[in-house]
């Protein structure tokens, strides 16, 4: 977390304006939490079949592949895995910046419900999990949500 929140304050810098986030999966988790501990660098999130409302919550067969790398890093670096605490509760904060989700309902990955908050907007499209990062329709929604006006400045 550390080193994503120091690039986005480099990217704002050489920008010289806010960050927009666009994360797939657990990107998106990652974009969400950033935006709630950098509020200021960072102009909107956009998260692409994120579980932003339980992180927990996926098929089958990802939590059998989460279980395995889960296990692989506690035998290899001696740390058990331990997905409560700050990013948890930063996870699941009312959203510091404005924030969308974009899901697919017949997602392989994540349970499609677990994209869904009430405090956060979410718009379906067609395809698979993997298939958002080359859906042409989730491109489109990209370029309006992009091309919104931004946030008035913070003092």
């Known amino acids: ?5 120091h690039r986005v304050t480099e990217i704002e810098e050489q920008s010289g304006s806010r960050v927009s986030l666009v994360g797939h999966s657990r990107g998106g988790l990652l974009a969400k939490v950033v935006s709630q501990r ?3 660098s960072v ?3 956009i998260a692409l079949g994120s579980p932003l409302a339980d992180s927990t919550d996926l098929a089958v067969m ?7 790398v889960r296990a692989a890093n506690e035998l290899g670096f001696g740390r058990r895995f331990n997905p409560e605490g700050r990013f948890t509760h930063d996870l699941m904060e009312s959203p510091a910046v404005p924030t969308t989700s974009i899901y697919t309902r017949s997602d ?3 349970n499609f419900r677990s994209c869904l908050r009430p405090d956060i907007p979410s718009i379906p499209v067609r395809g698979s999990h993997n ?6 329709e989730v491109y489109r929604l990209l370029g309006r ?9 913070t003092p």
């Open 145 to 153: 949500l992009l091309a919104r006006p931004k946030r008035p400045a």
């Open 108 to 110: 392989d990955v994540v």
């Open 1 to 5: 977390m550390a080193r994503l929140r």
């Open 43 to 45: 102009e909107q999130v």
């Open 38 to 40: 950098r509020p200021q």
């Open 62 to 68: 990802t939590q059998a592949a989460v279980g395995v």
């Open 131 to 136: 298939g958002l990062v080359i859906n042409p």
